[in-house]
């Protein structure tokens, strides 16, 4: 008698039950037929996170495949469906399906592989996955952070293309579900949809495709608090120079300097955190504009003190002293400040600079009117 080889792999019941070793599973069903249509179906569990620096998403989501293959057809007395785990899904033809513009994704495998088969005895097989995926989403940052972010994920056959393979949604809209507490930190979650198209490869041909779109309308209260409100408080803080007696050069210098630092350091704030595109923001449009409020304001005091510094040349040269005031020797540089200093002393009501006085005065109107209306005309055109 011949020994038999204990070292040869005997098939399992199950692959038994549905003749396994019959067929070969390297080809899809029908092969050299019609195209095997593929159903789909997809439960959003949750979007874990938005990144605008990547211009990515990544979401976490189960999705399912419903196809049928007569080679696994069996019989069953009472019709019902057995169910596997991932260890069979090796042994058998199963769709190629990946995600487009995918940069990362895996499969869950907590406490075991999040997979499972369920095939039916007229051969209908229902795969299912629970997939955790991060994928490109091409954002548009002109109106940011007063924008609305369309994303899309996109499924597609990797290997078989529409003369092969029919992928389409398996319940039509009612294909994509989502979790009900599916929620974000900055962003309003507004619509999931379902839609399909084609996609083509000059060296491949057409390929049916599957796309997840939903929208995602940003949270503006955090950037009002951290951008919007600060810049709009630098730029008031900045008109309180003009209410700041025209002699006192250190405090309006001061001030000036202080919230023209600040506004840089707004500014350098909000950029570190975004993506270095090369077109305008909607953010940048406030805040350059908001700086340039506070530089103009440092302008007009230079301009002020400059027009305060020779009506005051004026004034003395008309009484007669300012011959005292610019002398050239040493020895009469400390009564010829003495005397500058009495003349002023004595003078201060005569001395009352017209320049100095109407371009501060017409600056108190001014800057405020032309703030409110740019900020009337901001909010009226982004939001």
């Known amino acids: 008698m011949r020994k038999l080889d204990s070292t040869k792999v005997r098939p399992l019941k199950s692959e038994q039950l549905l003749r396994i070793e019959d067929h070969d599973f390297a080809l899809r069903p029908g092969f050299g037929g019609s195209p095997i249509p593929v159903g789909i179906d997809v439960q959003v569990e949750s979007i874990d996170s938005i990144s605008e620096v990547d211009m990515d998403f990544t979401m976490t989501l189960y999705l399912r495949h419903y196809w049928k293959d007569e080679r696994l057809s069996f ?7 057995m169910t596997f785990d991932g260890r069979l899904i090796k042994k058998i033809w199963v769709p190629d399906v990946f995600f487009v513009h995918s940069k990362r994704s895996f499969i869950h495998d907590t406490t075991v592989e999040n997979v499972m088969l369920r095939v039916y005895p007229d051969g209908n097989v229902l795969f299912s996955l629970r997939i955790t995926v991060s994928a490109m989403c091409f954002m548009d940052f002109s109106r940011f952070p007063l924008d609305t972010q369309n994303c899309s994920l996109e499924l597609e056959s990797y290997a078989y293309n529409e003369d092969d393979l029919m992928l389409y949604w398996k319940h039509g809209n009612q294909s994509l579900s989502t979790d009900e507490h599916i929620s974000l930190s900055q962003f309003f979650i507004e619509e999931f949809s379902a839609s399909s198209g084609l996609a083509f490869y000059s060296s491949t041909g057409w390929y049916n495709r599957l796309f997840i779109n939903f929208a995602l309308r940003r949270h503006i209260f955090f950037f009002v608090l951290q951008s919007y409100f600060p810049a709009m408080l630098m730029v008031m803080l900045s008109w309180v120079s ?16 202080t919230t023209v630092l600040t506004m840089s350091t707004i500014i350098t704030g909000v950029s570190a955190s975004m993506p270095q595109v090369s077109y305008i923001k909607a953010v940048d449009v406030y805040l350059w504009i908001s700086f340039l409020f506070v530089f103009l304001s440092v302008i007009e005091y230079a301009a002020v003190n400059y027009l305060t510094t020779i009506e005051e040349r004026k004034q003395l040269k008309k009484r007669g002293k300012a011959s005292g005031m610019y002398t050239t020797s040493v020895s009469n540089v400390g009564p010829a400040r003495i005397k500058r200093k009495r003349s002023l002393k004595g003078n201060v009501g005569r001395i009352i600079l017209q320049n100095n006085h109407v371009i501060d005065t017409y600056s108190r109107i001014i800057f405020p009117s032309v703030y409110i209306v740019f900020n009337f005309f901001y909010w009226g055109l982004y939001i």
Request: a positive charge.
């Open 75 to 81: 019989r069953s007395t009472k019709n019902k469906s």
């Open 242 to 257: 003009f209410w700041i007696d025209r002699r006192a050069v250190p405090a309006r210098v001061s001030l000036g300097i």
